[in-house]
Nanobody, 127 residues
Framework: QVQLVESGGGLVPAGGPLRLSCPAS????????MGWFPQAPGKKREFVGG????????YFADSVKGRFTIYRDNAKNTVYLQMNNLKREDTAVYFC????????????????????WGQGTQVTVSS
């Protein structure tokens, strides 16, 4: 089992930054793939970014490229989502998710691919 607990959400004005944290505990490993999925009211969770150790790269949806970055602190078993230039449409509950190895990257942008989920943290962007 892997436990994930997101934090760092809050109210932020449009154009501002926010950093979300997702520390992992339990049977976690630096080899786990991690993803971030916001869910806006009345909508499905959608992939915005992920990090995999198979190739050391991060991946982002087109809607957030250039604004969001992901980085990992393996010593703390924590993955971060740095969000800059936030827009009102970024308002959502943000979930982090983990996929334990072994895995192939196909499907990493779909929520069904992941094994574990956090409880989410609310991000609200005001105009």
């Amino acid at each position: 089992q892997v436990q994930l607990v997101e934090s760092g959400g809050g109210l932020v004005p449009a154009g501002g930054p926010l950093r979300l944290s997702c520390p992992a505990s339990g049977r976690t490993s630096s080899r786990d793939a991690m993803g971030w999925f916001p869910q806006a009211p009345g909508k499905k969770r959608e992939f915005v970014g992920g990090s995999a150790t198979t190739d050391g790269r991060t991946y982002f949806a087109d809607s957030v490229k250039g604004r969001f970055t992901i980085y990992r602190d393996n010593a703390k078993n924590t993955v971060y989502l740095q969000m800059n230039n936030l827009k009102r449409e970024d308002t959502a509950v943000y979930f982090c998710a983990a996929k334990v190895p072994p895995y192939f990257m196909a499907g990493a942008a779909t929520d069904a691919w992941y094994d574990y989920w956090g409880q989410g943290t609310q991000v609200t962007v005001s105009s």
